[in-house]
């Protein structure tokens, strides 16, 4: 049963660039969530989704950042215009059903984006 | 709002030295409380979570956490530790009346190095 996947592991862009981060939740995980980690700080959470719908972006930057969660595919996480600040590592979480601690968040490796 | 603070950022201990790596939180409402663990360059895999019942959760390699409310800590501790054990470790905070249940709040992180 494969893990929460991710990619790319690494992600390398220019100022005024757009960045996209994918996130394969695990099988049969209908929850993602997206948090970020900035150099030397714990994760922060960005955003809560379901299929087709954002339950809970709370976390996202008000301006350049947006996910999605379509129907089929991945989950996306949508940076525009990246710049230097943005550097860190995203990490993408599953569950498989909003209100169980039995079952707890299953998280990808992670995303390294890098702003040059 | 929820907060947690991890007192300590990095804690280096011999090879079979006992360790304790300390959480503290707070909240206004009940919480649930979770220690992660994060191997280089890996995502975060869930320790061990104290939800409610026993104020004290143990992991399946030796690491317990006691859940004081009084002191609003949550101290993950080890008996002997092994060189495998070297990590980041990470305590987080949920908070059930919220939308999303798996929403964690994170806390800086705390860097354990085993010495041999």
């Known amino acids: 049963n494969a893990g929460v996947m991710q990619n790319p592991r690494h992600l390398v862009r220019r100022r005024g660039q757009e960045a996209r981060l994918r996130c394969s939740p695990m099988k049969g995980h209908s929850h993602v969530y997206w948090y970020r980690q900035l150099p030397e700080e714990g994760l922060k959470f960005m955003v809560y989704l379901q299929k087709e719908n954002i339950i809970d972006e709370s976390g996202m930057p008000k301006e350049r950042f947006s996910a999605e969660f379509p129907k089929e595919g991945p989950s996306i996480l949508r940076i525009q215009q990246v710049v230097r600040g943005d550097s860190a590592a995203y990490f993408c979480?599953?569950?498989?059903?909003?209100?169980?601690?039995?079952?707890?968040?299953?998280f990808g490796n992670g995303t390294r984006l890098t702003v040059t | 709002a929820q907060s947690v603070t991890q007192l300590d950022s990095q804690v280096p201990v011999f090879e079979e030295a006992p360790v304790e790596l300390r959480c503290n939180y707070s909240?206004?409402?009940?919480?649930?409380l979770f220690w992660y663990v994060q191997y280089p360059n890996q995502g975060l895999q869930l320790l061990l979570k104290?939800?409610?019942?026993?104020?004290l959760v143990e992991s399946i390699n030796g690491f317990e956490a006691e859940f004081n409310k009084s002191q609003t800590s949550f101290h993950l501790r080890k008996p002997s530790v092994h060189i495998s054990d070297t990590a980041e470790y990470f305590c987080?905070?949920?908070?059930?009346?919220?939308?999303?249940?798996?929403?964690?709040?994170f806390g800086q992180g705390t860097r354990l190095t085993i010495n041999p």
């Open positions: 979480a599953s569950s498989p059903n909003w209100d169980s601690y039995n079952s707890p968040l299953h």
């Open positions: 104290y939800l409610s019942g026993s104020t």
């Open positions: 987080a905070v949920s908070d059930r009346l919220i939308q999303g249940a798996q929403k964690l709040v």
């Open positions: 909240s206004s409402v009940s919480v649930y």
